[in-house]
């Protein structure tokens, strides 16, 4: 079992330019999401997808688009990079429900100049 | 507003000694806490769950209390060993949150364990 995986590790952007960061798992969870780290903050929701087909936004979604593409694979897409997006990109699962630990994967590095 | 707080300087003890590190939290309501682990470049690994009618959970040389009159979890770190070294991350998952596992995480402690 891989776990959860994420492409790419690194990203330099420029401003105004659009990536997807790509996150997939292989335990058959019904939950993904997308957080993003930064420094002296905690953990930070973006996106949510609770069960395929369905997708929310979190604390933080402005900027952002995502897509759960099916089961195992949930992508988040910068239309327009800008240099407050610099920041380290993390996707989970989880099985759902409240009481499932979340499975993170090893996470995006995002510069944006 | 809603605050979940870990101690932002980092918790240095020796190696043996037990690492006590403190989440608090303002506003919330949680069914449940859960403590993570992260290693500087990788993503968090679950270390323990509890909810909030239990008052304390053990896993090995692990221990987590859950007090929500003081709104306060404790984790405990037993004979810690310097492989125990990491950033500790504490995140509730709020009373209505949907039946989905939304957490809410706090930035963490860091914990330097010294030969």
């Known amino acids: 079992n891989a776990g959860v995986t994420q492409t790419p590790k690194f990203q330099v952007l420029k401003t105004g330019q659009s990536m997807t960061l790509q996150c997939a798992q292989d335990?058959?969870?019904?939950?993904m999401y997308w957080y993003r780290q930064d420094p002296g903050m905690g953990l930070r929701l973006i996106y949510y997808?609770?069960?395929?087909?369905?997708?929310d936004k979190g604390e933080v979604p402005n900027g952002y688009n995502v897509s759960r593409l099916n089961k195992r694979e949930f992508s988040l897409r910068l239309e327009s990079a800008a240099p407050s997006q610099t920041s380290v990109y993390f996707c989970?699962?989880?099985?759902?429900?409240?009481?499932?630990?979340?499975?993170f994967g090893p996470g995006t590095r995002l510069t944006v100049t | 507003s809603q605050k979940i707080e870990q101690n932002s300087e980092a918790l240095n003890i020796q190696e043996g000694k037990t690492a006590t590190l403190t989440c608090n939290y303002t506003?919330?309501?949680?069914?449940?806490l859960q403590w993570y682990r992260q290693d500087p470049g990788r993503g968090p690994v679950f270390l323990l769950l509890?909810?909030?009618?239990?008052k304390e959970k053990r896993k090995e040389r692990l221990k987590v209390t859950f007090d929500t009159t003081l709104k306060q979890s404790l984790f405990h770190i037993t004979a810690s060993q310097p492989a125990d070294s990491a950033t500790y991350l504490c995140?509730?998952?709020?009373?209505?949150?949907?039946?989905?596992?939304?957490?809410?995480f706090g930035a963490g402690t860091r914990l330097a364990v010294h030969p």
């Open positions: 989970a699962s989880s099985e759902g429900g409240l009481a499932y630990e979340q499975y």
């Open positions: 335990m058959n969870h019904n939950s």
């Open positions: 997808s609770a069960s395929e087909g369905t997708t």
């Open positions: 506003n919330y309501s949680p069914a449940y």
């Open positions: 509890i909810r909030e009618n239990e």
């Open positions: 995140a509730l998952v709020p009373t209505r949150s949907g039946g989905y596992n939304k957490l809410i």
